[in-house]
């Protein structure tokens, strides 16, 4: 069986990665997605365990000296993290595992697993992500012109990702991942077993 997919997305706050990794979630069973930690608020509707653990400063700093992150990151005076969790096991498994995570701990990512897929979300165009923004309702105007402040330099960091989508419509963006998610299932690197006809005629 081949090893599943360590799938990364990113992309400037407000850009759609949540909804978007919702629509694949929804639609791929295969897929599952890393509840990563972070000491934030939970905003209106968030569960604990379900869009993050949500933790203390003092908590997520144990978390760290226990070495239970693959990696983690301050955004935005807040810090994240991806918990182990038995990645690795998981993806051995077969799993897809989705990490939806910012472009620091992508990059910290990449230097520990090249083979993953790096995906960059873009959106449409600034004037749309701030509308997105806003739309959200769940920022004030100080994280809302931090977020757009942060967001032009943190989308040339997508230039060292393997893949670009632009979220445009939820259903074109997530059929692109999903185009691309089918095209990295069939590398020849994946699928080594599938050559194994030594015996002949
Ligand atoms: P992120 O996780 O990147 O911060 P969200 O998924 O929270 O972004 O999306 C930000 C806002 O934009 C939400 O209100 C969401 O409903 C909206 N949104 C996401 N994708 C689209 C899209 N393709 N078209 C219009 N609105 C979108
Ligand atoms: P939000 O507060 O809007 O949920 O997330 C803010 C930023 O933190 C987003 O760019 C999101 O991708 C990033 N983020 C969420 N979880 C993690 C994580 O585990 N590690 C890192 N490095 N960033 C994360």
């Given at each position: 069986?081949?090893?599943?997919?360590?799938?990364?997305?990113?992309?400037?706050?407000?850009?759609?990665?949540?909804?978007?990794c919702k629509k694949?979630?929804?639609?791929?069973?295969?897929?599952a997605y890393s509840i990563s930690a972070t000491t934030r608020t939970p905003r209106p509707g968030e569960v604990d365990g379900r869009e993050y653990y949500f933790l203390s400063v003092d908590e997520f700093k144990s978390w760290i000296s226990?070495?239970?992150?693959?990696?983690?990151?301050?955004?935005?005076?807040?810090?994240?993290?991806?918990?182990?969790?038995?990645?690795?096991?998981?993806?051995?498994?077969?799993?897809?595992?989705?990490?939806?995570?910012?472009?620091q701990g992508a990059l910290n990512v990449k230097k520990?697993?090249?083979?993953?897929?790096?995906?960059f979300l873009l959106p449409p165009s600034l004037e749309e992500l701030k509308n997105r923004i806003e739309g959200?309702?769940?920022?004030?105007?100080?994280?809302?012109?931090?977020?757009l402040k942060n967001a032009v330099s943190e989308i040339k960091i997508g230039l060292e990702y393997d893949y670009v989508v632009v979220n445009d419509t939820i259903d074109n963006a997530a059929a692109q991942i999903k185009a691309i998610l089918t095209a990295e299932r069939l590398k020849v690197a994946r699928n080594a077993d599938k050559f194994e006809f030594e015996k002949g005629f």
């Open positions: 069986m081949s090893k599943g997919l360590l799938i990364v997305i990113s992309g400037a706050s407000g850009t759609g990665k949540g909804t978007i694949l979630l929804a639609d791929l069973p295969e897929v226990e070495g239970k992150f693959l990696e983690y990151a301050e955004v935005y005076g807040n810090f994240y993290g991806t918990p182990l969790n038995k990645i690795e096991e998981r993806l051995n498994r077969g799993e897809d595992i989705i990490l939806e995570i910012d472009v520990k697993c090249p083979d993953g897929v790096y995906i959200r309702g769940t920022e004030t105007p100080e994280s809302l012109s931090r977020r």
